[in-house]
């Protein structure tokens, strides 16, 4: 990288864009980053200096966004998310800088394989689930459409957990993606930021006027650590800042001097004990605590990061609503609301009424979830004791908001308290999700169902009193990563149907629609995913010694482990079908041939979904040795399902479960990313599937379940899953299978309290919708004994999906909720 000067300044220009250019910076970095010459470089030596010799073709599109962003006095978005699941950044890093083939040729020169260097980077351990994978699609899209944009997160040292499997059951490890080197970062020690915690407040006159300070007990540092987020291909670097908790004082040299050497550094374990952990396990009081500090934590950095240092120093903070709006990622950082009136406030002097205006043009408020339980919150005895001065701010909220409230509806004390910030019962605790809705300009679902059910269901009293307020906006992914780069041989083939411009036009996809009637198209496809299903399996041959047959239906099932999403009852589908060939109901040799494929985390302390892991595992273990089957039915789970896997396994799914109980999945992305690839969807009528459906058309989506009013309808009646289980002789046989030890070596106890929760609770109705899933499945089997029928519904699915892409959900965005427009480069 060189610079030279412009009216005394210093322009930074990229390496030359040639093979002879990329191999000069790569050898240099080898040299001079790492301190090797080629002859002695590992591998990681060598995956570290083409990491940072890549980024150096980012860099001078990176400080020229942000000095154009300075000029341009744009508004931005600052996404507040406690997840990024970003992926592995080689790639997508030379998709963005169109390297590729450079680089290919360069390392071949040095006789390097790119691929081996790909194998060694590991993904940042950010994020767990969608909520994550979401926020690294928006801000990919937020770059790719030149939009200024910041994320702000934390710069977790491990990640959830790496998942490991012993004897079938779930084993939770250290995901120590740090360990070789994050050679994607900047980190910036010198703009630490200060964040308090704990202590009291106390009133004190300001010149005739009565204010309130924050005397704490204890603060850390948090440290920036700069990423790069590029476009594509079209020179445009946003920013994602993420934060790691250090200790103000780390070492007591007089300690240890005495010998205390763990009391020496007690105080730098306790602080870095904020950012160790993505999602600190919180069944207890100490972790529950742990995560409402990491919240705050990173939101306080932010803001003062932002207010402080991106802002220039002579900014009226009356015209904030003009420079920013803070998108908060569902409930997780929603304590930026008062922590920015704290600072505009008790900081800056503000009267109340002034920071209470601004503060609300300046958030909007992303709801992720339909389950109760996943709206956080906190109660005001631990917000009181770590956040004392935020606790008063969020009481005066919501004292004024319940007196306006109580003006327009005098006498109706249960509406007030319905619709309290502050909970009285069970007990005393602030509603999170209340507040950001009582504070944000917007408030918006993830697809159109979840979006009427938000309104309707999850926060009626709100919708009724703002209903401009609520909006939707339908999740998508990018295109970059899920299809472009997890999918080369599709691509190739999109682009010779569409030509090259659907990477960044989603929409271009509908071009396919005529070639599904195509004989020599669909030929082509087919030929496409198999030679997907051919670099999975080699894959999970060598990630961990998975074999898969061949010519067999690829039906997958990976997401999140929890009750609702059902995978209970894919089991019981599994279950049914070697219960059919025991029968001999059906014929191994003759029957579809299927590989059952999960991908699934269960929280630590989330028992039942453990149980749920270990029966998936030891159906699995049954089923893959009864030589009975003859290889007809094969059930895999690879362990520590993250993006890496995903980009292999998505792209060679034929079949996309998509299961959930109607009503309780706000959106769904995964099968927004199965779609986009060739696979059709067995689903519920249950968020974006709904959507989907409609878009694809009720023939290439196998459609089952009870539609979100009936399943109210049922639960309010006294739904009884023992009856199910007594009327239905299939189903009965099914669970009966489970209890009586089959699948544990004889010993009915193992799965017992899975079986007794089945039978008596059933929270999420599997056994109600067990018969309509089952028939669904058959109709399956049908469809995919039709070669070029399925071929021709796989083809309108990718055409049809284009609606999907995040580019589409960032418009949107921007239209109903931000006002952001782009800043292109010059």
């Known amino acids: ?271 870095e004990n904020i950012s160790k952990v993505l999602y600190p396990e919180d069944s207890t009081p100490q972790g529950k605590e742990l995560r409402l500090q990491q919240q705050y934590f990173f939101v306080a950095c932010s803001i003062k990061d932002f207010v402080d240092y991106v802002l220039p120093e002579d900014f009226d903070l009356h015209r904030l609503p003009e420079r920013i709006i803070f998108q908060l990622n569902d409930t997780h950082p929603v304590i930026a609301v008062p922590e920015l009136m704290r600072v505009l406030v008790d900081e800056k002097k503000w009267d109340w009424d002034e920071a209470w205006a601004v503060t609300q043009q300046c958030f909007a408020y992303t709801c992720h979830t339909l389950l109760p339980e996943a709206l956080e919150v906190w109660s005001v005895e631990l917000m009181g004791r770590l956040l004392p001065r935020h606790l008063e701010i969020i009481y005066r909220i919501n004292e004024e908001f319940l007196a306006e409230v109580a003006a327009k509806h005098p006498g ?144 997958v099932m990976v997401k999140r482990l929890h009750e609702y999403k059902r995978q209970t009852l894919k089991v019981l589908h599994i279950v049914t079908l070697y219960d059919r060939v025991l029968r001999g109901e059906l014929d191994p040799a003759t029957m579809q041939k299927r590989v059952f494929a999960f991908g699934a985390k269960a929280a630590p302390g989330y028992h039942m979904a453990k149980q749920i892991i270990g029966l998936i595992n030891h159906v699995g273990a049954t089923i893959n040795d009864d030589p009975r089957l003859g290889g007809a039915l094969t059930v895999v789970f690879p362990p520590n399902y993250n993006v890496t896997l995903a980009e292999t396994l998505i792209p060679a799914a034929d079949l996309s479960e998509q299961i959930s109980l109607a009503g309780k999945e706000a959106s769904g992305t995964g099968n927004m990313k199965f779609a986009l690839n060739g696979a059709l969807t067995i689903g519920t009528d249950d968020g974006a599937n709904v959507e989907i459906r409609e878009l694809v058309g009720d023939d290439n989506f196998f459609l089952f379940g009870l539609l979100e009013p009936q399943v109210a309808d049922l639960v309010a009646a006294g739904y009884q899953p023992g009856r199910y289980y007594e009327e239905d002789p299939a189903l009965k046989r099914a669970v009966d299978l489970i209890a009586s030890g089959t699948f544990s070596g004889g010993d009915g106890s193992v799965f017992a309290p899975l079986v007794q929760n089945l039978l008596t609770e059933d929270r999420f109705l599997a056994l109600a919708d067990y018969r309509s899933y089952i028939d669904a499945q058959d109709r399956v089997d049908a469809a995919y004994a039709d070669v070029e029928g399925w071929t021709r519904s796989a083809i309108l699915n990718v055409a049809r999906s284009g609606f999907f892409s995040s580019d589409r959900s960032m418009w949107d965005y921007i239209d109903r909720i931000w006002h952001t427009p782009p800043v292109v480069s010059r």
């Open 1 to 271: 990288m060189t610079d030279k000067r412009v009216n005394g300044s210093a322009v930074v220009t990229s390496p030359q864009n040639t093979v002879e250019g990329f191999v000069k910076e790569f050898l240099r970095e080898l040299s001079f980053g790492q301190g090797v010459t080629l002859e002695r470089a590992s591998v990681n030596d060598q995956y570290l200096a083409l990491a940072r010799t890549v980024r150096q073709y980012l860099m001078a599109r990176w400080l020229e966004t942000l000095q154009r962003q300075r000029e341009a006095q744009a508004k931005s978005v600052a996404y507040l998310s406690a997840e990024y699941l970003l992926g592995r950044q080689l790639d997508n890093a030379l998709l963005a800088t169109d390297l590729t083939e450079v680089v290919e040729e360069g390392l071949a020169s040095l006789g390097i394989e790119l691929q081996t260097l790909r194998d060694q980077e590991t993904e940042p351990g950010l994020g767990n689930g969608g909520l994550g994978r979401l926020a690294a699609c928006f801000v990919d899209s937020l770059a790719t459409m030149s939009v200024p944009c910041i994320g702000y997160g934390i710069r977790y040292d491990y990640g959830i957990f790496r998942q490991t499997f012993v004897d079938g059951w779930q084993v939770e490890q250290p995901d120590n993606w740090l360990a070789l080197g994050a050679p994607w970062e900047f980190p910036h020690p010198e703009a630490a930021v200060t964040v308090h915690f704990g202590g009291r407040t106390e009133t004190y006159d300001d010149e005739g006027v009565e204010r309130t300070r924050w005397v704490h007990d204890w603060d850390v540092l948090g440290v920036p650590f700069n990423y790069m987020v590029p476009g594509y291909q079209n020179g445009r670097v946003n920013t994602l800042r993420l934060w790691s908790a250090k200790a103000t004082q780390a070492f007591d040299l007089q300690i240890f001097n005495s010998g205390e050497y763990v009391d020496a550094v007690r105080a730098q374990t306790f602080a």
């Open 412 to 555: 109706d004390d249960a509406l007030l308290e319905r619709m309290s910030i502050i909970a009285e019962r069970p007990e005393r605790s602030v509603r999170m999700a209340y507040l950001a809705t009582v504070a944000g300009s917007k408030v918006n679902g993830v697809a159109a169902l979840h979006s009427d059910l938000l309104r309707d269901k999850v926060l009626p009293d709100f919708s009724a009193y703002w209903p401009d307020k609520f909006t939707n906006v339908t999740n998508g992914v990018t295109p970059r990563r899920f299809v472009r780069l997890s999918n080369p041989a599709l691509s190739e083939l999109i682009t010779e149907a569409v030509g090259v411009g659907w990477v960044t036009d989603l929409e271009r996809l509908r071009g396919m629609e005529p070639l599904a009637d195509d004989q020599e198209f669909r030929e082509k496809f087919r030929a496409v995913k198999a030679h997907n299903k051919e670099r999975l399996s080699t894959l999970l041959q060598a990630r961990d010694g998975i074999t898969l047959p061949a010519d067999a239906m690829l039906d």
